[in-house]
């Protein structure tokens, strides 16, 4: 199973909301990703967690705010966006093997629109 | 045929053709490839990856190839047919980065078009 789902599939919020995105995987994997992908290009790193500590911030705005509760879970935090934030956020996991570079595996996204 | 522009480049395929989809990498010191395919609304699915003591690696009607001398991937799909029209990324993980740490280095994207 390579299963890593997202919730909430779709969400709209307005500049002044504040909103959290949701990732769970469940292969044991020990790190897992934030990326943001606007329409016709590559995703782009937001965030890495490695066994639950933050390893990599791509200088995304501090109004994104990623948390790692446990090895399974994986959220973002969303606090006065702006609509140029508006994208598909995914999430990924890989086993965080030592040593090993390896496939990331990508949930299906949630489509934000910031109005 | 394939075109390049300021729109993500297309190729655009009959119904039972060959397709081959390349690809230029960027740090002659990566060694781990991965191609994605990702359709309209989805995150992008594994297809297939390659690492650099590899030319060639098969998979299910797919082949990627592999030519570190001048820095260049290629995904080859066999048979192709309407539900592999999506977008597909190749992906270096940076060299700097690994195990617990992976960064990916994506390309601009191709998008293949099947027609019937």
């Known amino acids: 199973d390579t299963e890593v789902t997202q919730t909430p599939k779709h969400l709209v919020m307005g500049m002044t909301n504040k909103k959290s995105l949701k990732c769970e995987q469940h292969m044991g994997h020990r790190a897992m990703y934030w990326y943001k992908q606007k329409a016709k290009k590559p995703p782009e790193l937001m965030f890495v967690y490695s066994y639950e500590k933050l390893s990599i911030n791509e200088s995304v705005p501090s109004r994104f705010s990623p948390e790692c509760p446990n090895s399974s879970l994986l959220n973002l935090h969303l606090h006065a966006l702006q609509p140029e934030d508006s994208a598909l956020y995914l999430c990924?996991?890989?086993?965080?093997?030592?040593?090993?570079?390896?496939?990331?595996?990508f949930g299906p996204g949630t489509r934000l629109l910031v109005l | 045929g394939e075109s390049v522009g300021l729109h993500l480049p297309t190729l655009s395929v009959q119904e039972g053709d060959n397709s081959i989809i390349n690809c230029a990498y960027s740090?002659?010191?990566?060694?781990?490839f991965i191609w994605y395919k990702q359709e309209s609304g989805k995150g992008p699915q594994f297809i297939i990856d390659?690492?650099?003591?590899?030319d060639k690696r098969q998979g299910q009607r797919v082949t990627v190839l592999l030519n570190k001398t001048v820095k260049h991937l290629s995904l080859q799909i066999a048979a192709t047919q309407p539900g592999d029209s999506a977008v597909y990324f190749c992906?270096?993980?940076?060299?700097?980065?690994?195990?617990?740490?992976?960064?990916?280095?994506f390309g601009t994207g191709t998008l293949l078009a099947v027609q019937p």
């Open positions: 990924a996991s890989s086993q965080g093997t030592s040593g090993i570079q390896e496939t990331q595996y």
């Open positions: 992906a270096e993980s940076d060299p700097l980065y690994g195990g617990a740490t992976n960064k990916l280095i």
């Open positions: 740090n002659s010191a990566s060694d781990y």
């Open positions: 390659i690492r650099s003591n590899m």
